[in-house]
């Protein structure tokens, strides 16, 4: 039975450990059960559950009592029972439920622009941990080269071949490398937290696909009016709109009607009824004030709001300029950094190590030959971070979803 339990956890932790976890598949939590990305959601299903008050009427008014009954003879009078109902005007309900189904529709609108956003932020968090493994994998090649000189130079120490001097330079520089290492190792801890937090899993440990599919040219899509910031905007403009139509409805005449019953207390008397009818008058002049200064308020908040659509339209086109230049200018500088700049600092490697190994060299210029590769390959990667992470900004900002 011990046997079977161990066999089972082994199984069970192979597979937790070969667990690959795809970009889509984060981007797909996001979308599915993210709280912020659910919150406007729900926001916008409650304000769609507002929208059915906009219909309810006012609640009956029922009155009862004597009515036109004298003083020194109430069994001359009569008790009269009444129903009172107001009927909102149509215009007024359907301006009100309008405007809160805008309300409705402007959280969607932010829903769509908070989900780009955290689509962004997942994207550049899953590239990144890429090229921090691909960082962490070049520290361990170099830190190879490294150590097979120090044990090089360690061999030449007892024969007077090599200097104490240069071997504690080259300890150091290895030493310095064990930080670098350090360092990368807890900003991939950090880019797991990061993915961990839009998976919403409590995965302990947990691989990702290494693949890079950026690649590092600019699109040639042209800036829509739909992206989700001007789809926001939009919203917000169709639902001041609707704001300002309520205000206006705040003009039409309201209705009611009374419906009474007096029954007489005196049977030589004959019962009697009334039934009225009711109306509103707003429009005059002294009780319109406030809907005008109110509607004309809103014709203001309704031209700021459509100066900000054209703001934000100019910044994007200018937003986008500006990255697909970052990308073409990090593409060039990639291409010239790896097909150029690293290869010759690898050939001026090889040919101090050779040199040192036959003992034509000596190790201070191994040293320095190694830092510089040590360094073009680092730069390379951070090239090719901030090329990818330019990219990224630059279909999101394309991006109409």
């Known amino acids: 039975m011990s046997k079977l339990l161990l066999f089972v956890l082994l199984l069970v932790a192979v597979q937790t450990e070969a667990q690959v976890i795809t970009l889509d598949s984060v981007l797909h939590a996001i979308d599915r059960s993210y709280p912020m990305i659910k919150m406007y959601e729900v926001m916008a ?15 009956p008014k029922i009155t009862a009592g004597l009515w036109q009954t004298p003083y020194n ?5 009569m008790f009269m029972v009444g129903v009172e109902q107001m009927i909102p005007n149509p215009a007024k309900v359907n301006a009100k439920e309008r405007m809160m189904l805008s309300e409705a529709a402007l959280d969607r609108a932010s829903q769509s622009v908070a989900l780009r956003d955290m689509h962004t932020m997942a994207k550049r968090a899953y590239y990144g941990r890429s090229v921090l493994e691909r960082k962490l994998r070049a520290i361990d090649e170099t830190d190879s080269l490294l150590a097979f000189v ?4 360690t061999d030449r120490y007892p024969t007077g071949k090599e ?3 240069n071997i504690y330079k080259a300890q150091a520089a290895r030493a310095e490398l064990s930080s670098m290492r350090t360092m990368t190792t807890a900003d991939i801890g950090m880019n797991n937290a990061e993915l961990r937090n839009f998976l919403g899993a409590a995965t302990a440990t947990f691989q990702i696909d290494t693949t890079l599919p950026v690649s590092g040219t600019a699109s040639d899509r042209m800036l829509t009016d739909s992206i989700p910031e ?3 905007i939009d919203a917000e403009i169709t639902m001041m709109r609707s704001r300002r139509d309520v205000e206006r409805s705040a003009l039409y005449p309201e209705f009611g009607v009374s419906v009474n019953h007096m029954q007489a207390l005196n ?3 004959p019962n009697q009824f009334s039934v009225m009818g009711m109306v509103s008058l707003p429009i005059a002049p002294w009780s319109r004030t406030e809907a005008d200064a109110m509607s004309a308020g809103v014709d203001r908040e309704i031209e700021s709001m459509q100066l900000k659509r054209d703001a934000t339209i100019r910044e994007r086109a200018a937003k986008i300029e500006i990255l ?4 073409d200018g990090s593409r060039t500088q990639l291409e010239n950094i790896t097909t150029v700049v690293l290869p010759a600092y690898q050939r001026s490697f090889d040919a101090s190590l050779r040199a040192y190994q036959q003992n034509a060299g000596d190790l201070f ?3 320095d030959a190694w830092q510089m590769l040590r360094m073009a390959e680092m730069n390379r990667l951070d090239l090719l971070k901030s090329l990818i992470n330019a990219q990224i900004s630059y279909e999101d900002a394309l991006s109409n979803d």
């Open 45 to 59: 299903d409650a304000r769609s559950e507002y929208a059915r008050s906009a219909s309810s009427w006012m609640p």
């Open 73 to 77: 003879a109430i069994g001359d009078g």
């Open 150 to 153: 120090i044990a090089l130079a």
């Open 163 to 165: 200097s104490l001097e």
């Open 230 to 232: 001007v789809r926001s």
């Open 267 to 269: 049977t030589m008397m």
């Open 324 to 327: 697909r230049a970052q990308v």
């Open 365 to 367: 210029r191994v040293i």
